[in-house]
C-alpha cells in the first residue's frame, strides 16, 4: 500500500485538504526537518525518497536517503542512536515535511559527535563573517 | 564582498572550522529552515540563492529565491510579518541554513495566514494516512 496519494491534488486540496500527498523534487526526494521533539531543536535536515517515507510510516524510525552514498539510511543504525518518530507534519504545499523525533541511545544526531548538527552559528557580515560555537 | 570563502574546504575545515562557506546546490540554493527564535517552532522550510543570504546578512531581514517565482523575495515585505534575523547557523556540511528569527507584525508565515507552514499531522499508515490539523 503507498503512504500516499497517486493523483494530482489542487492547490485547495493540497493546502487545505485531508489527503497526505507530498511532492517529491525531480530527483525524487522530499526535504525533511528533523528536531527533537522535547523541545523543537533542530537537530538535522535530510531527505527522504518514497520508499524511505514509508519503511518510516511503517516502522515509526526515521529512514532516509543519503544523497552521498545513494542508499537508504536507518538513521542512527550503527550508533544505536535511531529516531523515534512522534509526528511528521507536512507543510502547505507538501514538499517539505517535519518530523518531531525522540533519539535514542545518547542522544547524538550528528556524526561529529554532537546532539544537532547545528552546532555553529554565523556572526559578523561582509568579509567579517565567521563561524562561532552555537550556545545551545 | 562576499559572505562565503570562494575556496572548497577540506572536510576538517568545513565541519569544525570558523570559515562560513555554504554548499550550494548545482541550481545554485542553500535550504534554509526558519524558526520562531522564542520556542523553536518551525516555521517554514525555504531556500536561498547567493544573493539573499548576502541580503539577509547585510539588513537582518530574512530574504529568499522563491523558486515557483523565480524571484529574490523579501518574506513578509507585502504583509508586513517580515522576518527579523536573531541568529543563523549551519549543519556539519554546510549545505543547510538554520534561521531562528522574530516574525514581525501579526506573527504570521504562512500565506494560509497561519503562524506555521506546519499546519497538518499525518496520521495512521498505509491505506489510512490522512492529515489531521496539528495540535500547537
Known sequence: ????????????????GAIFAPRFSADGLVTAVVTD??????LM???MNR??????LDTGIAHYWSRSRKALW?????SGNMQQVQEIRVDCDQDALWLRVSVQGDG?????????CFYRAVTGSGATTALVPAQD
Open 37 to 42: 521533539v522535547a523541545d523543537n531543536h533542530v
Open 108 to 116: 547524538v544526531t550528528c556524526h561529529t559527535n554532537r546532539r544537532s
Open 45 to 47: 535536515v535530510a531527505h
Open 1 to 16: 500500500m503507498s503512504a500516499e496519494a497517486e493523483l494530482p491534488l489542487s492547490k485547495v486540496e493540497q493546502e487545505e
Open 51 to 56: 520508499e524511505a517515507l514509508q519503511l518510516t
Open 74 to 78: 536507518k538513521k542512527g543504525e550503527t
